[in-house]
């Protein structure tokens, strides 16, 4: 899996969401919360639980997490996230560091909850492992990731179609994941049991604004000529459109939802 330059992947992530930091949990979290409560309902999480997510952004899975009683910690490797984290949620514990070293004891969590972050890892494979050290006996790794997106598919598309972008250094399930790899990651990481599925889940959104945003965020839209960018917006509505309901918007997504037993 190690096919490419982890500095480069490091960088490239620092600067996207260094970028996207400040609009992340008005925005970018609506894209990324439909796999959530199915995550929550396979961890078991109480009061006596000591939980972890990985990759936690802005810290709005965190709070959730914190919301059944258990005492929780937010992980993310971009220092800009964990300032809005913290801000956001003074009463939450946030650290950042490179999943790849947790700064945690072997043993330490009941729970590893991981969403929408796996595939921006540069070495899944090593972030496993090292998830399962920090896992107590018995512990659950729970995780969702991206198989299929139709909304994003469509600012993608709206994208490509009126501007042409070089592909940022990523790890090995940024573009291209099946459930497979997902089910090879936690097998290679010697979990004591595991269960992986594609789920379809239906990504509501209340209009195309929080796609925009993040798009225009992510890739730096707004460097572009006026007339490119509306471009792009025209095309990204069109795609979008046979997914337009009564309230807004709903796209039926692919998304792999994973659980892990040490
Ligand atoms: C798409 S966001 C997901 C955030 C959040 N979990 C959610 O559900 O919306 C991916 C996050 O992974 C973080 N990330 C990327 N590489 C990382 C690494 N090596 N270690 C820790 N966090 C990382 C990014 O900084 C970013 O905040």
Partial sequence: MNHVDPDAVVRA?????????PIYAEHTAQLTSHAVSHLLDAAHLTSDSRALEVGCGPGHVTAMMADTGATVTGVDLVPAMIETA????????FVQ????QLPFGDDAFDVVLVNFSIHHFTRPDVVCAEIRRVLKPGGRFVF????EQF???AFIEGLTTHH??????????????TREDYENLVKDASFASYDVAVR??????????????????????????????????????????PYRTE??????????VGQATK
């Fill in 247 to 256: 309230n807004g918007y709903a796209f039926p997504d692919r998304i792999v």
């Fill in 151 to 153: 909304g994003f598919g």
């Fill in 13 to 21: 992530e620092q600067a996207t969401w260094t970028r996207s930091a």
């Fill in 144 to 147: 969702a990731g991206p198989i």
């Fill in 97 to 100: 560091a490179d999943a790849e």
């Fill in 200 to 241: 379809q889940l239906t990504l509501r959104l209340p209009s195309l604004e929080p796609l925009l945003q993040t798009g225009w965020e992510m890739c730096e839209l707004s460097e572009l000529p006026q007339d490119t960018q509306n471009k792009i917006r025209e095309t990204t509505v069109q795609r979008a459109a």
């Fill in 164 to 177: 042409t972008m070089e592909v940022l250094a990523h790890g090995p399930l940024y573009l291209e994941a």
């Fill in 86 to 93: 913290r801000t956001l949620h003074p009463d939450i514990e």
